[in-house]
């Protein structure tokens, strides 16, 4: 993967007075309630510039990132979790991977998203569209993944994973999703929130944080004064007896690479590289999907691998 630089001089300046970006995992309540909250204000800015996205598609493939930042703490080790969005709107679909160890990556079937008029708010339900979620735990030593999938019922990514996990997993769940936009149109914080009951949770628990939930003061707006999400979540929920678990790294990250694309040149078929070498076009251009990284290959440089591969040059 190769990171694109952020131009903005304001914002380079900004993001780096700003702590690491991050995830913690806390417990609630006597450890009746499960939370994992993320600070990605780096993450999602990096995820801007490397995919040229404007301010709706940012805000869209964000909360995407966000989300998959927070599901990622459901796995451990090498574990990754696949979060899929299929839907008949302008969006189009979603796809974000991420992994327990903190790389977030994935892509906008749509960039830009296709607009007949220009939006009047940030309500998501029409550029969705029917759709479905899927999650997938892609565990490490198991040959498939274990997906579950639930059909859209809000066009709002947050509602609508709470509702997947109610009814994928029966397990009472809340997310908050958070982008802070300053007056430049810039993301100057961004963070979320994973709320998950544990077994034997009280229900009354429940309701007192879903209540909460509505009064809490924002997320990204909270983190774009440099503050950081554990004083957070240690603040917001003081009074339920915050108990911390664990910290972990989180970042923009792809492990594609031009050894990666090379391979893949070198194994296609004689025919297929024969065409490539006789029809390019050059410089041969290969882009990954999830980091949007532009892997160019001259004329002579395919002439020279392909002849590596035991494939004819031309």
Same mark, same amino acid.
């Given at each position: 993967m190769i990171k694109k630089k952020i131009e903005d001089r304001d914002l380079q300046e900004h993001l780096a007075a700003l702590p690491d970006d991050g995830r913690e995992v806390f417990l609630l309540h006597n450890d009746q309630i499960r939370v994992t909250a993320i600070s990605?204000?780096?993450?999602?800015?990096?995820?801007?510039?490397?995919?040229?996205?404007?301010?709706?598609?940012? *805000?869209?493939?964000?909360q995407a990132y966000l989300a998959g930042g927070l599901l990622s703490a459901?796995?451990?080790?090498?574990?990754?979790?696949?979060?899929?969005?299929?839907?008949?709107?302008?969006?189009?679909?979603?796809?974000?991977?991420?992994?327990?160890?903190?790389?977030?990556?994935? *892509?906008?079937?749509?960039?830009?998203?296709?607009?007949?008029?220009?939006?009047?708010?940030?309500?998501?339900?029409?550029? *969705?569209?029917?759709?479905?979620?899927s999650v997938s735990k892609i565990l490490e030593g198991h040959k498939s993944p274990f997906t579950g999938q639930t059909m859209m019922a809000y066009g709002d990514l947050?509602?609508?994973?709470?509702l997947h996990y109610q009814q994928?997993?029966?397990?009472?769940?809340?997310f908050m999703l958070s982008l802070n936009f300053n007056k430049s149109g810039q993301v100057s914080g961004s963070g979320a929130l994973f709320l998950q009951a544990m077994p034997g949770c009280d229900e009354g628990v429940l309701e007192e944080?879903?209540?909460?939930?509505?009064?809490l003061?924002?997320?990204?707006?909270y983190l774009a004064e440099g503050k950081t999400i554990r004083s957070y979540v240690e603040k917001q929920f003081e009074t339920y007896q915050v108990r911390h678990l664990a910290s972990q790294f989180m970042a923009f990250s792809c492990p594609?690479?031009?050894?990666?694309?090379?391979? *893949?040149?070198?194994?296609?078929?004689?025919?297929?590289?024969?065409?490539?070498?006789?029809n390019g076009p050059f410089p041969l251009e290969l882009v990954c999907v999830n980091c949007n990284t532009h892997y160019h290959y001259e004329r002579f440089e395919l002439e020279h691998l392909l002849s590596e591969a035991g494939g004819d040059t031309v």
């Open positions: 990605a204000t780096k993450l999602i800015n990096q995820m801007r510039v490397n995919h040229e996205l404007g301010l709706l598609e940012t *805000y869209v493939l964000g459901t796995v451990k080790g090498n574990d990754r979790i696949q979060l899929s969005i299929d839907c008949g709107g302008p969006i189009g679909g979603v796809f974000v991977e991420s992994w327990a160890v903190g790389a977030v990556r994935g *892509y906008l079937k749509h960039n830009p998203i296709p607009l007949k008029e220009s939006l009047k708010s940030l309500d998501l339900n029409e550029l *969705y569209g029917p759709g479905f979620i947050a509602k609508d994973l709470a994928s997993e029966q397990t009472p769940s809340m944080l879903e209540n909460l939930s509505t009064k003061p924002s997320i990204g707006a594609c690479s031009r050894e990666q694309y090379t391979r *893949y040149l070198q194994h296609l078929n004689k025919e297929e590289q024969k065409d490539i070498l006789v």
